[in-house]
């Protein structure tokens, strides 16, 4: 009876942090396009970097 108590907490509690790594991606995925275009017209990982931050932190905070 423990056993499948804990059992259901975990899943639950593993089910939820795939949901967060999921919508994690889906929020990501603009700045890493933007990091995409940005590394291809100047071919500098350091500009694709700073771009894929800024736009990063700009989705976490249009979120908050």
């Known amino acids: 009876m423990l ?6 907490i975990g899943l639950i509690l593993l089910g ?3 949901i967060l790594i999921i919508k ?3 929020m ?7 990091a995409f275009i940005v590394w291809l017209l100047t071919r500098s990982t350091w500009l ?4 894929f931050l800024i736009i990063a932190i700009l989705s ?3 979120i908050l």
């Open 48 to 51: 694709a970097g700073i771009a």
């Open 16 to 18: 939820l942090l795939v």
């Open 28 to 34: 990501l995925i603009p700045a890493a396009i933007v």
């Open 3 to 8: 056993i499948e108590i804990l059992g259901l």
């Open 60 to 62: 976490i905070l249009k």
């Open 24 to 26: 994690l991606l889906f």
